[in-house]
Structure formats: structure tokens, C-alpha cells
């Protein structure tokens, strides 16, 4: 039998908890800036090749958030399951996690493979019959859908790497990708030099090219540079048991981020009233990812140091990381808030907003932007249920925010207000929602969290 060589302790277990925080986090809050940044750069150059191209990648947006959700939600998982094998010093089923890890890869991307074969035109046609819109999103879609193995790879490398504490080749990953896709996006776009002008196809062109050079960069990490987990497909057997360990955290994960696709569908419906409403919806979300995606890169810097600390017992250090963590959370969307009610005309600007979607937009983002903080709280909340195993916790959560709680009052406002009035379903949800998380928090502590040793060993 190969002799396992255990490492030294790892740096989850012993640094101080803010600046392990800090150096665990900014490497991904960094790149999921960027990544965000490249979203909202794409549907610039989009909206000002065609108006009908932005309106197409908008309608697009929820089955491409399924396709996040089951890359994320899967490979949330996988880094919950290695993180708290690495933290009880359980190397050879952590390194079986990680191999069981990028076999879901060929799950999820049969999925969205047949999606993007046959499923594209009669979603569009759900939405629109301009014809315009309708083969722009159908372009867009089939390229992005067809393609998605690189970027189901690419998210499921990063998490693995993640788990162990590496955080600078994820965050170097996501720049690879999003500088390659932020350059090719005008040449293909335009046809600027060699290049053909290829509008909205060539966006999406783009936007794999530049998945597929960071799934290459992730892969290359992986098994050629020396890793506390060993991905190996040397005699391996599919688990059910191991599979079961990630999905019964990853499963509620896929499940919480594609309720996001299904809320936007309806929202959608409900200012269907007026155009300019759904436009300015459809900016917001482009922009509010500017907020929420540096809060998310807190999340996967916090998340393996509560699983390490979980899964080696030590209590204070996972309660120290959580108080933390949402201290900085609620700094990050501090800020957002503060930029929303400080410069909405020129973020929506930005998108050549019309009048009317500028009177509509400004008090909108105002209002939704009161969501922020106590999202912060919450989204750290969620992280924590994560990395401790209990994923049905955080998918309750998200259930109720997203579809029990935020959807009905969006409708009730309409009804009995107007469409102006649904804006504030956003913070009314969220703080119901954060009450929902501080009570489970309190269950665990009186339960599960109350069995762990506190002494630091």
C-alpha cells in the first residue's frame, strides 16, 4: 500500500484569522471582480453594436445562470467535502473527492450540451418574436451552452484549489480568462483588423475562448504543480458514498443559485407592464454583480477556513472566521450602497439609458441597494452552513428569499401599488431572510457546534 506523506498543519488551522481572511479572500474577490467587470464590459460592447443584441443576451441571462449554478453549486461540494477532509487529516479521501469532483464535470455538461442543442430557439420563443432578438439569443445561447465544459472544468479547479487553501491560482485563472475574453470580444464583435465582424456570435465566441484558456491554466495547476490534494484517475472507482458527501452539499447549492434563473423569470412577468422596467431590471442585475461578486469572493475565502476549522474541532477559530467575515461582508456592501444612491444616472448611463428608463432606474436602484447589507450577513451565513455540511440550510434559505418571499411581495406590491413599488420586495425579503439564517445559526450552536472541542489544538 503507497505510504501517505502528511504535510505540516495548514494555514487554516493556525494563522490569525483576519489576515488569513484577508489573504485567503482578496485573491478571489479580485478575480470575481474582474469577472464581473468582463460581464458588464461584454454587454457594453454588445449594446452598442445593437440595442436588439443587448436586449437578446438580457433574455438569455437565466439559463446561463443555470449553467453557473450547476458548475458553482456542484464544485461548492466538492470544496466543502476536501476542506473538511484535509482539516480531520483524511488526505486520501480528500484526494478522492477532488477525482469524484472533475467526473461531475461530464454530468453537468451532458446536461447543458443537450440544452444547448435542443432547448435554445423554444426558450427565446417563450420571451420575444422579433426575429432579430430571437437569433441573436439563439446564437448566443448554443455557442455558450454547447461549450460550457471549459467553464464547468475551469470553476470546478478553482474550488478543488480553493479547498486547500490556494487562492492565487483561481484569482490568476479568472484574470487569464476574462483578459483573453475582454480582448477577443471587440475584434469579434466589429471585425476589427483580421477579424470578421461577427456581433453577438462573436461575443459568445469570446466568452468561451476565454474559458477555455482558463480551464487550460487550472488543469495545468492542478497536475503539474505540487498540491496538498492529488487528483488521480489511476484505478478509480465511482462512490456513491463520496458523490452523496458532495451533493448533499452541493446538490441544495445548485438548487439555491438556479432558484435565482426561475426569480428572474418572474420578475420579469411582473413588470412586463412596462419595457423600460424590465430594462432597467436587466442593468441592475449587470451591475449589482460589481457588489455581490466581491461579497462571493469573501465567501470562497472564508468558506474552507469554517470547513478546515469544522473538521479539525476548533470551535473558536470557525466563530472568529464567521464574525469576521461578516464584518468585511458588510463593509464590501457598504460601499455598493453607497454608489447606488450616489451615482445611479451614470451607472445606468453607461448602457445609452434612455429618459424613461433613467427616471425608472435611479429610484429603483436606491431602493433595491437597502438589500445590500443585510445580504452581506446573510450570503456569510450561508457560507458558513456550507462548509459545515449543512447545505439544506442555506437552499431554505435562498427558497424563501428568492420564490416564497420575494416574488409574492414583488406581485402584491404591483397589485396594490404599481409596478414602481416591486423594487422594494428586494430588501423586504432580504431581512426576513437574515432573520431566517440567524435562527438556524442559533440551532447549531446549540446543537452540532456545541459537541466541538473549543481548545485550539
Same mark, same amino acid.
Given at each position: ?103 461531475? !464535470? ?31 439569443? &439563439? ?72 474559458? %477555455? ?32 458527501? &458532495? ?98 444616472? @451614470? ?12 427616471? &425608472? ?38 427558497? !424563501? ?26 430588501? &423586504?425579503?432580504? %431581512? ?21 472541542? @473549543?481548545?485550539?489544538?
Amino acid at each position: 500500500m503507497e505510504k501517505v506523506i502528511q504535510p505540516k498543519e495548514n494555514k487554516m488551522g493556525t494563522m490569525p484569522m483576519t489576515r488569513l481572511i484577508l489573504t485567503m479572500s482578496l485573491p478571489a474577490i479580485f478575480s470575481m471582480t474582474i469577472q464581473a467587470m468582463y460581464n458588464v464590459v461584454d454587454s457594453i460592447f454588445i449594446g452598442n453594436y445593437d440595442a436588439d443584441g443587448l436586449t437578446a443576451t438580457s433574455l438569455a441571462y437565466p439559463l446561463q445562470m443555470l449553467l453557473i449554478a450547476f458548475a458553482v453549486g456542484t464544485a461548492v461540494g466538492v470544496n466543502s467535502l476536501v476542506s473538511r477532509k484535509l482539516g480531520e487529516k483524511n488526505f486520501v479521501q480528500a484526494n478522492d473527492g477532488a477525482t469524484h469532483g472533475l467526473v461531475t !464535470c461530464i454530468f453537468n455538461y451532458v446536461i447543458f450540451l443537450l440544452l444547448g442543442l435542443f432547448a435554445v430557439r423554444p426558450f427565446m420563443a417563450m420571451y420575444t418574436q422579433n426575429e432579430a432578438i430571437l437569433n441573436y439569443g &439563439i446564437q448566443y445561447l448554443t455557442v455558450v451552452l454547447c461549450f460550457s465544459f471549459f467553464s464547468i472544468v475551469q470553476i470546478m479547479v478553482e474550488k478543488t484549489l480553493q479547498a486547500t487553501g490556494n487562492m492565487i491560482f483561481p484569482m490568476l485563472s479568472q484574470l487569464f480568462g476574462a483578459i483573453v475574453n475582454i480582448i477577443f470580444d471587440p475584434l469579434l464583435i466589429f471585425g476589427i483588423g483580421i477579424f470578421p465582424e461577427m456581433g453577438v456570435l462573436g461575443a459568445a465566441i469570446a466568452t468561451v475562448f476565454g474559458q %477555455f484558456c482558463g480551464m487550460v491554466f487550472c488543469l495545468c495547476i492542478l497536475f503539474f504543480k505540487n498540491n496538498e490534494v492529488k487528483v488521480s484517475f489511476k484505478h478509480f472507482k465511482l462512490n456513491c458514498s463520496t458523490l452523496k458527501s &458532495i451533493y448533499v452539499v452541493g446538490f441544495p447549492s445548485v438548487i439555491m443559485q438556479s432558484i435565482g434563473s426561475v426569480m428572474i423569470i418572474g420578475l420579469n412577468a411582473i413588470l412586463a407592464v412596462s419595457e423600460a422596467a424590465v430594462t432597467v431590471l436587466g442593468i441592475y442585475y449587470k451591475l449589482q454583480s460589481f457588489v455581490f461578486m466581491p461579497c462571493f469572493g469573501l465567501n470562497q475565502g472564508v468558506m474552507p477556513i469554517i470547513g478546515y476549522n469544522y473538521g479539525a474541532r476548533k470551535k473558536k477559530r470557525m466563530y472568529s472566521a464567521l464574525k469576521r467575515g461578516i464584518i468585511i461582508g458588510v463593509i464590501i456592501m457598504a460601499v455598493g450602497t453607497i454608489l447606488m444612491w450616489t451615482i445611479p444616472e @451614470q451607472l445606468i448611463a453607461m448602457f445609452g439609458g434612455t429618459q424613461d428608463i433613467m427616471d &425608472i432606474g435611479v429610484p429603483a436602484f436606491r431602493i433595491i441597494s437597502l438589500c445590500f447589507i443585510p445580504a452581506a450577513a446573510g450570503i456569510i451565513f450561508t457560507t458558513l452552513f456550507q462548509a459545515v455540511g449543512k447545505g439544506l440550510r442555506s437552499l431554505i434559505m435562498s427558497f !424563501c428569499r428568492q420564490l416564497v418571499l420575494i416574488l409574492p411581495i414583488a406581485w402584491v406590491l404591483s397589485m396594490v401599488f404599481d409596478y414602481t413599488a416591486v423594487w422594494y420586495a428586494f430588501p &423586504i425579503a432580504e %431581512f426576513f431572510s437574515l432573520m431566517l439564517a440567524i435562527a438556524f445559526f442559533v440551532s447549531l450552536t446549540k446543537g452540532d457546534f456545541k459537541r466541538l472541542d @473549543q481548545k485550539i489544538e
